[in-house]
């Protein structure tokens, strides 16, 4: 899957990058461009290649800034269309015939971050073009960097803007902790300047940009627990479904760490009133294959508990290990509740696999109540 992913940036990406720059501007030397992009690419790595496409572009776009925008704005295709849930459709696809979308835009946006220092009123323009034909999360993050108060009355207005790309990048581009982008140190140890926006997104009528909030306020609870249990304090209060649902996933992380302040707010109580055992369906597992976990829970306690049942595997060393979501349920006193779940040991983008032992830790509440061991061959 890993390998897989890189090609989402390959010699079609170049050319087709070449050809709608060259249609929107007849002098654009796209053999000069290709003569820097293609040499190498496939020996590259995801997030180099798109760093190469990105000097292809400053060898061969103007050096007058508002121009080399105008051009890359001018070749970008219609903005991504929304389901009706607000989740963008055809994110992926990168070689429309109407223009560029997708995947190469990370490299366009990498350009523009390059130069935008110069001119950052035009930088942010250009970033909200290129946001709705994929997204410029990180793109942006540099001028967050460097020049914040230049940021912010734009980022408050985007977060008004009528398409819900443009919304959601006032978010996620903010975010203090954004994988694979800069990490913004100012707001990891303040984020109180993002918190409007946060307050102004947070029942919005797109799920993607809900779901940026959720993952804006986890990031948050990394570095100050305190405010997301004070946020989920005063915005759970007769919250509707989706609300709910994007302060649960904001709190995940602390809900996972066993955070009793957050657990409280959720009417959880530290661990389970109890017997918990977990048991695995087999003692080895091949990359590819799938580990059967079976989960028994026995409620000694005199009411109904309610439960966040989680699970973490974790390589032998620890390095690697993570935790997945399991159950929600409300156990009654008494009651014997099991749980079956297949966990499937596949690499993904984000996440390496480490052949041999590993430990699978059972956590109710934030509490490993139980673990349980196999081995993992290539």
């Not at 010699?11 to 820097?36: C, E, I, N, Q």
């Amino acid at each position: 899957m890993a390998d897989a992913f890189k090609l989402l940036i390959n010699a079609d990406t170049a050319t087709h990058a070449a050809r709608h720059l060259k249609r929107v501007w007849s002098g654009f030397d796209d053999t000069a461009f290709l003569a820097v992009a293609l040499p190498g690419l496939d020996g590259l790595e995801f997030k180099a290649r798109a760093l190469r496409l990105a000097d292809a572009l400053k060898a061969t776009l103007p050096d007058d800034l508002d121009r080399a925008f105008g051009l890359i704005e001018s070749a970008l295709a219609a903005p991504l269309p929304l389901d009706d849930k607000g989740e963008p459709v055809g994110i992926g696809a990168s070689l429309s015939p109407q223009g560029l979308a997708g995947w190469v835009v990370w490299s366009l946006g990498e350009f523009v971050s390059r130069r935008s220092l110069e001119d950052p009123a035009r930088a942010l323009a250009c970033l909200h073009a290129l946001t709705q034909r994929f997204t410029a999360e990180f793109a942006i993050r540099r001028l967050l960097h460097e020049r914040p108060q230049a940021c912010w009355p734009t980022l408050q207005r985007w977060a008004q803007d009528p398409s819900a790309h443009v919304r959601r990048l006032a978010s996620e581009g903010s975010r203090p902790r954004l994988p694979w982008g800069l990490r913004l140190q100012a707001l990891v140890q303040d984020p109180s300047p993002t918190e409007p926006l946060l307050r102004a997104l947070q029942d919005d009528s797109s799920a993607y940009v809900r779901r940026s909030v959720a993952n804006h306020l986890n990031d948050i609870a990394k570095d100050h627990p305190e405010r997301v249990t004070a946020w989920v304090r005063e915005h759970l209060p007769s919250a509707d479904a989706r609300r709910q649902a994007l302060l649960r996933h904001a709190s995940r992380t602390l809900i996972k760490q066993g955070h009793v302040p957050t657990l409280q707010a959720w009417g959880l109580s530290p661990g389970l009133q109890g017997q918990a055992t977990l048991a695995l369906s087999t003692d080895a597992v091949r990359v590819g294959e799938s580990v059967g976990l079976r989960v028994n829970l026995h409620s000694h306690g005199p009411q109904a508990q309610a439960l966040e049942v989680d699970y973490a595997v974790v390589p032998d060393g620890g390095r690697g290990g993570k935790t997945f979501k399991g159950w929600r349920l409300s156990l009654a006193p008494a009651e014997v509740a099991v749980r079956e779940k297949q966990h499937p040991m596949r690499e993904v983008s984000t996440r390496r696999l480490y052949p041999g032992p590993h430990r699978v830790d059972l956590l109710v509440n934030g509490a490993v109540l139980a673990s349980a061991t196999f081995t993992l061959t290539p």
